[in-house]
């Protein structure tokens, strides 16, 4: 039996979870926080809350549904970072191999202008050097070089995004530090040299189609699926623009998107935020690496993605975490201030999306919004957690 056979075969139905979860989502709804979610939980590989709620497009009274298609933005990361440790178990990178052995050209400097060797590692953990512009002040040297941090600009090509962004300072030696970036897009280029063929194309045949994800891609299935894309407002969330940036002081102000990027073929498929796909596609594959990684990854490559890569070094304003390889790992859940266990997995994604593995709970959660920020880290996703441990006491 498949993965998602025996995800989605039987019926989701937890007494003790279902009041509590209807409770935070029904309760941001009703806010006006989210415009609309679809919110998946499994427990020891079976589901145990499932629902659909509020509306993918709010102008044309469209609901959300299980087969809704949303963008993904950053849970793009760690399917792209499957399909990269793939690529390491089958030979064809390593992962300490120099960028330059695949993209001869990509050689950015440090501010003293020397030129560091960036490793494939370094870009898996986010240890580079390199940074997404929305981090920078608006005259930062990724704003001057006209960066794209993989949502916007639809119709750039890989050439012209990585020529802008060796063109600018490393933000340090590749391996001192760690700063959430762009490194992911970077690497995505690096696998098509790699594999010879595109990244849509490895990543379907070494992650998605094995998995049966056949909603999930570098291009939405079917384009009425697709949820809009809403932003935080007041009295309620704005519909985005083509495009649309997030005004100050709002986190992540200046973060730019163009939510119909996806529908444009010349734009660069972006390793770190380019795909779209459904809540029950993405806890398809993040019950595959609970499990053990069959039929995409070995064993010991998903413990190596759960397991500290940036050793020693801190990320910036998340107390109690660390890096993997794809994901953030709990280290100390009272620091963090999270109620899951040490050792969770979680991300999320910048169009409003949280989603975490708790492996010493056997737990599972997507919880997917068409609302940025909140639906990534607002009080939506600590409403939500929240409701689930208390629901499994």
Same mark, same amino acid.
């Not at 020693?312 to 709990?330: C, E, H, I, K, Q």
């Not at 050792?343 to 599972?364: E, I, K, M, N, Q």
């Given at each position: 039996?498949?993965?998602?056979?025996?995800?989605?075969?039987?019926?989701?139905?937890?007494?003790?979870?279902?009041?509590?979860?209807?409770?935070?989502?029904?309760?941001?709804?009703?806010?006006?926080?989210?415009?609309?979610?679809?919110?998946?939980? =499994?427990?020891?590989?079976?589901?145990?809350?499932?629902?659909?709620?509020?509306?993918?497009?709010?102008?044309?009274?469209?609901?959300?549904?299980?087969?809704?298609?949303?963008?993904?933005? $950053?849970?793009?990361?760690?399917?792209?970072?499957?399909?990269?440790?793939?690529?390491?178990?089958?030979?064809?990178?390593?992962?300490?191999?120099?960028?330059?052995?695949?993209?001869?050209?990509?050689?950015?400097?440090?501010?003293?202008?020397?030129?560091?060797?960036?490793?494939?590692?370094?870009?898996?953990?986010?240890?580079?050097?390199?940074?997404?512009?929305?981090?920078?002040?608006?005259?930062?040297?990724?704003?001057?070089?006209?960066?794209?941090?993989?949502?916007?600009?639809?119709?750039?090509?890989?050439?012209?995004?990585?020529?802008?962004?060796? $063109?600018?300072?490393?933000?340090?030696?590749?391996?001192?530090?760690?700063?959430?970036?762009?490194?992911?897009?970077?690497?995505?280029?690096?696998?098509?040299?790699?594999?010879?063929? $595109?990244?849509?194309?490895?990543?379907?045949?070494?992650?998605?189609?094995?998995?049966?994800?056949?909603?999930?891609?570098?291009?939405?299935?079917?384009?009425?699926?697709?949820?809009?894309?809403?932003?935080?407002?007041?009295?309620?969330?704005?519909?985005?623009?083509?495009?649309? =940036?997030?005004?100050?002081?709002?986190?992540?102000?200046?973060? $730019?998107?163009?939510?119909?990027?996806?529908?444009?073929? #010349?734009?660069?498929?972006?390793?770190?935020?380019?795909?779209?796909?459904?809540?029950?596609?993405?806890?398809?594959?993040?019950?595959?690496?609970?499990?053990?990684? =069959?039929?995409?990854?070995?064993?010991?490559?998903?413990?190596?993605?759960?397991?500290?890569?940036?050793?020693?070094?801190?990320?910036?304003?998340?107390?109690?975490?660390?890096?993997?390889?794809? &994901?953030?790992?709990?280290?100390?859940?009272?620091?963090?201030?999270?109620?899951?266990?040490?050792?969770?997995?979680?991300?999320?994604?910048?169009?409003?999306?949280?989603?975490?593995?708790?492996? #010493?709970?056997?737990?599972?959660?997507?919880?997917?919004?068409?609302?940025?920020?909140?639906?990534?880290?607002?009080? &939506?996703?600590?409403?939500?957690?929240? =409701?689930?441990?208390?629901?499994?006491?």
């Amino acid at each position: 039996m498949t993965i998602a056979a025996s995800l989605f075969d039987a019926p989701a139905t937890d007494p003790a979870l279902s009041p509590r979860i209807d409770a935070a989502i029904d309760r941001a709804l009703a806010e006006q926080r989210i415009v609309g979610t679809a919110v998946l939980v =499994a427990q020891d590989g079976r589901l145990v809350y499932r629902r659909a709620a509020g509306l993918a497009d709010r102008e044309a009274g469209r609901p959300v549904r299980e087969d809704t298609v949303f963008l993904y933005a $950053s849970l793009t990361k760690p399917i792209v970072t499957a399909a990269a440790l793939r690529l390491v178990e089958e030979g064809r990178i390593a992962l300490a191999d120099p960028v330059t052995k695949f993209l001869p050209d990509f050689r950015p400097k440090l501010a003293d202008g020397t030129e560091p060797v960036i490793t494939i590692r370094h870009l898996l953990t986010h240890t580079a050097g390199l940074i997404y512009s929305f981090a920078e002040p608006a005259d930062g040297p990724y704003h001057r070089a006209g960066v794209s941090d993989g949502l916007d600009a639809p119709g750039r090509s890989f050439a012209d995004n990585l020529r802008r962004i060796a $063109s600018a300072p490393l933000a340090f030696a590749p391996g001192s530090a760690w700063a959430y970036s762009l490194a992911l897009d970077v690497l995505g280029a690096a696998l098509e040299v790699a594999a010879g063929e $595109s990244l849509p194309d490895l990543v379907r045949r070494r992650v998605t189609e094995p998995l049966g994800l056949q909603d999930t891609g570098f291009a939405p299935p079917d384009r009425s699926r697709l949820a809009a894309a809403y932003a935080d407002g007041e009295p309620a969330p704005v519909r985005m623009g083509e495009p649309y =940036a997030i005004p100050a002081p709002r986190p992540f102000a200046g973060l $730019s998107f163009a939510p119909g990027r996806i529908f444009d073929p #010349a734009s660069y498929p972006s390793g770190g935020g380019g795909m779209a796909g459904t809540a029950g596609d993405f806890l398809v594959f993040l019950e595959a690496l609970r499990q053990g990684g =069959a039929p995409i990854l070995r064993p010991e490559t998903v413990q190596a993605m759960a397991t500290d890569q940036i050793l020693g070094l801190s990320m910036p304003d998340t107390p109690g975490t660390t890096f993997g390889y794809g &994901f953030a790992l709990v280290t100390d859940p009272a620091a963090a201030g999270v109620p899951m266990t040490a050792g969770t997995w979680r991300w999320g994604g910048v169009y409003g999306h949280s989603w975490f593995v708790d492996p #010493a709970r056997r737990l599972s959660v997507v919880g997917l919004t068409n609302t940025a920020l909140e639906g990534m880290k607002g009080e &939506f996703v600590t409403d939500l957690r929240a =409701a689930i441990y208390a629901g499994l006491e």
